[in-house]
């Protein structure tokens, strides 16, 4: 099984802030696939085949990496953007999560 | 539009079963690998099962692999989880998932699922 490393763990971010959360994999992996959660509601596709944005999300989001290391990077943090975001593989019929990134207002 | 609306969660006690279902609509269910993840609560996701679009093949991580079987009805639009052996571990919201290749493109509203005496 391969295992997501998500870091950090929580963080805050100020409005117009950069911020940037990785995930890095325990062996390789083809592609790396992002979901935004907010509280009490289904997860959502955010970013997916590592870079390309789900429909609907702002371009100021972009996904990138290869091998054992991706990340999710927001230009310009805004406050709708306060979630959290879990990385996911999916490599011989079998998926796994990172535990998740917590992404707060400062 | 698609909708993937899942029932059958509650109560139930450990070492007891229970049977989710989900169904699917506004697209071609027999075209579509899918799949059921869950939330324990405050926790992260984790990937429970996955089906071919025909049914002929499915996929477990070890922690359900033996307890828990995922079946579709392509005729119904419907997909199934069989939970057997019911532990207090298995306490989660259950998500019904749409796969598009690799990643899950849909997800139902989920079903909460408490093991408890």
């Known amino acids: 099984e391969i295992v997501l490393t998500q870091s950090p763990t929580t963080m805050a971010a100020s409005p117009g802030e950069k911020v940037t959360i990785t995930c890095r994999a325990s062996?390789?992996?083809?592609?790396m696939h992002w979901y935004q959660q907010k509280p009490g509601a289904s997860p959502k596709p955010w970013i997916y085949?590592?870079?390309k944005l789900a429909s609907g999300v702002p371009n100021r989001f972009s996904g990138s990496g290869s091998g054992t290391s991706y990340s999710l990077t927001i230009s310009s943090m805004e406050t709708e953007d306060t979630a959290t975001y879990y990385c996911?593989?999916?490599?011989?019929?079998?998926?796994?999560f990172g535990a998740g990134t917590k992404l707060e207002l400062k | 539009e698609v909708q993937l609306v899942e029932t059958g969660g509650g109560l139930v006690q450990p070492g007891r079963s229970l049977k989710l279902s989900c169904v699917a609509s506004g697209f071609t269910f027999n075209n579509y690998w899918m799949s059921w993840t869950r939330q324990a609560p405050g926790k992260g996701l984790e990937w429970v099962a996955s089906?071919?679009?025909?049914?002929?093949?499915?996929y477990y991580p070890d922690s359900v692999k033996g307890r828990f079987t995922i079946s579709r009805d392509n005729a119904q639009n419907t997909l199934y989880l069989q939970m057997n052996s019911l532990r207090s571990e298995d306490t989660a919201t259950y998500y019904c998932?749409?796969?598009?290749?690799?990643?899950?493109?849909?997800w139902g509203q989920g079903v909460m699922v408490t093991v408890s005496s």
């Open positions: 089906i071919t679009n025909s049914g002929g093949s499915t």
């Open positions: 085949d590592t870079s």
């Open positions: 996911q593989q999916w490599s011989s019929n079998s998926n796994t």
């Open positions: 062996s390789s992996v083809s592609y």
């Open positions: 998932t749409r796969a598009n290749w690799d990643y899950f493109d849909y």
